[in-house]
């Protein structure tokens, strides 16, 4: 089965600055890797994902790269605002098993 | 609206009591998950659904069950609570095939065992 490892734990940036956050999977059949933002006190919500056919992806200040061979992908996030305060999870999954969530990134921005 | 719920949000409860939380989606996804999460922290499977009258344990040891009679709900039930069961719930449904699901998350049920 699929295994997430996900780092690091907690990151603190200033505001303005950019803020990476990365996976590794161990699954190489693995093909869908959505990103996940758990506000405090709110649900996770879906922020981006990326397939495996594709090796970046963005959307405003956030995007998504994916190395296949490496087995690894990471969420960039730029010119952080103080509403990026979360926590973050990747995930992984392929198409005949259940979705697998890294242990989650907690995101400080600093004023 | 579509949208997924969850009741009760809070509960209070001691130890021994039987509980069952409640989770109801209104998008017609036929996957629906339960997890376990201390607030902002990992969060651990403990069970899931692909449809009516399909239920699976999760990775997380738990000494919970769930039922599917209807795609709709997907309701949890602790027999005997215990301390160790203090944590949040939140249920999970999932749409597009296999593979590539988009997990839509309820608001959670806080749940504190005396």
């Known amino acids: 089965g699929e295994n997430v490892e996900q780092h690091p734990s907690t990151l603190s940036v200033q505001e303005g600055d950019s803020a990476v956050i990365k996976c590794t999977y161990s699954d190489s059949a693995s093909n869908y890797f959505p990103w996940y933002k758990q506000e405090l006190g709110k649900r996770p919500q879906l922020i981006i994902d990326i397939r495996s056919n594709v090796g970046e992806k963005k959307d405003q200040r956030i995007a998504v790269t994916l190395n296949k061979t490496a087995k690894h992908f990471s969420l960039h996030i730029t010119e952080t605002q103080p509403e990026d305060s979360a926590v973050y999870f990747c995930a992984g999954q392929n198409r005949d098993d259940k979705i697998i969530f890294g242990k989650g990134t907690r995101l400080h921005i600093l004023p | 609206e579509a949208d997924i719920y969850q009741t009760p949000r809070y509960l209070v409860i001691g130890t021994g009591k039987k509980i069952t939380l409640e989770c109801s989606q209104t998008m017609g996804h036929d996957k629906m998950y339960w997890y376990q999460q201390d607030p902002g922290m990992e969060l651990h499977l403990i069970h899931y659904s692909y449809g009516v009258n399909s239920t699976e344990k999760g990775d997380l040891s738990s000494e919970s069950t769930v039922s599917r009679i209807r795609t709709e709900h997907f309701p949890l039930t602790l027999e005997s609570a215990r301390p160790s069961h203090t944590s949040q719930y939140l249920c999970?449904?999932?749409?597009?095939?296999?593979?590539?699901?988009?997990?839509?998350f309820g608001p959670g049920t806080r749940l504190l065992v005396l």
């Open positions: 999970a449904s999932s749409d597009r095939p296999p593979g590539e699901e988009t997990q839509y």
